[in-house]
């Protein structure tokens, strides 16, 4: 039996966007263009860059090379030649190919090539943007700093029959830089030019894009240069675990190090909207670090902060504060965000911005807004069923809108399982998606696989206050207080200014009222009420933890001023079910009768 041939190589895969809507307004002419574009600007693309074209399907190609650098270089060639042949003409007449590339092992069989190398090529063509291109993290480790493009990191993407999810990272270039036909491509070392101003060709995905600088070492000691730079590499990888951010790689960023390039300019040149720099300075025994937040197309500062801290163990330090600065970064882009979608005139809105102009009703959690976040929301899956953070997010809204007991509430609560698990099957690395199936599973009494999806939740994304604070909401239901303790102050302490917040304090409190700590109940409880006084629960555990506490004139007030807002009777709460552990529960009923809610 003769023996398999494989080698290695890079593997380009290309195909043509909305091929059977061409083919159906213009068999004929769709099919002359299409070979024309082969003709002339893939087969050239390939053959200066040593490629070999191993077949040709109907509405694309796939090719090999022998190098990563070559096989990316012929793909921007020619995604660049595509562009600018497709420049001025009607859209029913322009051809757009997306492109993925992987370098894998492959089967060699005869004139074809076969292997998991081949898939995930043709897998991450399908991620790819119009007109754009998609790689491996191998093609990616490749090339990085060999070529005139910013890597884009996509995050870890679940491709169709491929077992292991793929790193993934978009490409974006300058026009100006690969005009064709292209010139040798300049040496590694090569500084970037300048940014003229000049558009990328490649449209970036629905959302919002950040760059990290290399933190500027202010004491000018080349010794502790290595600090900064830890810090930045730190956060890009914490800011690229929170899936809505793309994020821009290590090496698109460190680049620009010590260039003297404005953020402006610097923001241009990697097509990003935000970019995050900052510094680093040691002053007698103690680290100063400044970190601050940009909008680079309006050059508003958007947030800014300064750190001190004793310097007692660097690398704990360098940990501590990558982790702040992302779990900050993260939500003042989602508020950019927002106001970025409010502006936008409603016929221009995408899917991801009414789920952008859903979240302000989202976070507010109150009985008026939560029905304005879930129209919105409903809009979004209508328009994209596959978007995992509006589904996410409606599903929370939705246990939000469920009261337990009534029937109605019940066929809520089961949508809202139903929407949080199709969140997760789309993107199960979504951290947010996870904390959200692992909140509505625990209120359905799934506790284990609730635990589960929560934990993984904070694996994903060890940055997520949310994340953090689902864990806290799990197993305050699931009855692990000591636990759900250490989570909710973890997630307090990430986000301490989060519109949440009211949320975390809530259940922290009921969490030390099952642990029959009283005095912190109460303490917690009444920043709970402080940062949201119309949220009955805080003001409900407010009073039980008084109750217990040996302050029964102080409960049966906070209950009074309650009852002239909103009436409670002990059976409306007995079906909120906010302790699942019967000796709680009854525990905390009667502390309520005690405070002077009826039956």
Excluded at 330 to 336: E, I, K, L, S, W
Aim: net charge negative.
């Amino acid at each position: 039996m003769a023996r398999e041939q494989r080698r290695l190589a890079a593997i380009l895969a290309a195909d043509v966007v909305s091929y059977s809507r061409l083919m159906g307004r213009d068999e004929s002419g769709t099919l002359a263009r299409l070979k024309g574009h082969r003709s002339e600007r893939l087969d050239p693309a390939l053959a200066r860059n040593g490629g070999r074209l191993v077949k040709l399907t109907g509405d694309g190609a796939l090719a090999e090379f022998g190098s990563a650098v070559d096989a990316l270089r012929a793909a921007i060639e020619f995604q660049q030649a595509m562009a600018e042949s497709n420049d001025g003409k009607p859209e029913d007449h322009r051809i757009v190919f997306r492109i993925g590339l992987h370098l894998g092992d492959l089967i060699v069989d005869e004139n074809d090539l076969y292997g998991d190398g081949v898939n995930i090529a043709a897998r991450l063509e399908a991620q790819a943007q119009p007109g754009g291109i998609a790689i491996s993290s191998d093609i990616h480790n490749a090339v990085a700093g060999k070529l005139k493009a910013t890597l884009l990191d996509l995050g870890v993407l679940p491709l169709k029959n491929i077992e292991r999810p793929v790193q993934a990272f978009a490409v974006a270039w300058l026009a100006e830089d690969w005009s064709t036909p292209r010139a040798a491509s300049p040496p590694a070392s090569a500084a970037p030019a300048p940014p003229k101003e000049a558009a990328p060709t490649f449209a970036l995905p629905d959302k919002p894009s950040v760059a990290v600088l290399p933190f500027q070492n202010l004491n000018g000691d080349p010794d502790q240069e290595y600090f900064g730079d830890g810090v930045t590499e730190d956060i890009i990888t914490a800011l690229s675990r929170f899936r809505e951010l793309l994020v821009i790689s290590r090496g698109s960023s460190f680049a620009f190090k010590g260039k003297g390039l404005s953020v402006r300019q610097i923001a241009q040149h990697l097509d990003v909207r935000y970019v995050l720099s900052g510094s680093v300075r040691k002053v007698s025994g103690r680290l100063r670090a400044t970190a601050e937040l940009t909008d680079a197309e309006s050059g508003v500062q958007i947030w800014t902060d300064r750190y001190d801290r004793d310097l007692i163990d660097m690398f704990d330090l360098q940990d501590e504060l990558s982790r702040t600065v992302a779990a900050v970064v993260q939500p003042a882009v989602r508020g950019a965000e927002i106001e970025r979608a409010r502006r936008k005139p409603p016929a221009d809105l995408s899917a991801y911005d009414l789920y952008l102009r859903a979240l302000p009703h989202v976070w507010a959690v109150t009985r008026d807004e939560i029905p304005k976040a879930i129209q919105l929301l409903q809009q979004s899956v209508s328009v994209d069923a596959t978007s995992t953070p509006a589904l996410a997010a409606l599903a929370w809204c939705l246990v939000w809108a469920s009261p337990a007991g009534a029937d109605a509430s019940l066929r809520t609560r089961a949508e809202a399982l139903s929407l949080a698990r199709s969140a997760v099957q789309q993107d199960s690395n979504d951290a947010f998606a996870q904390a959200v199936y692992g909140i509505v599973l625990s209120m359905s009494d799934e506790h284990d696989l609730a635990l589960l999806h929560a934990r993984e939740a904070v694996r994903l994304n060890p940055s997520s206050a949310f994340a953090w604070g689902a864990m806290g909401m799990v197993g305050t239901w699931c009855g692990d207080f000591e636990s759900a303790v250490k989570s909710l102050d973890r997630a307090i302490g990430l986000s301490p200014y989060d519109t949440l917040l009211f949320v975390w304090t809530t259940w922290l409190t009921s969490a030390y009222f099952a642990l029959r700590r009283y005095e912190e109940g109460i303490a917690w409880a009444r920043r709970a009420v402080q940062h949201n006084p119309n949220f009955g629960t805080a003001h409900r555990l407010l009073a039980a933890n008084l109750v217990l506490a040996e302050r029964l004139e102080e409960a049966r007030e906070v209950t009074r001023k309650r009852n002239a807002v909103q009436m409670t009777t002990i059976r409306e709460i007995r079906a909120m079910r906010l302790f699942q552990q019967e000796e709680v529960a009854e525990r905390y009923l009667s502390a309520q009768r005690m405070a002077g809610i009826s039956e």
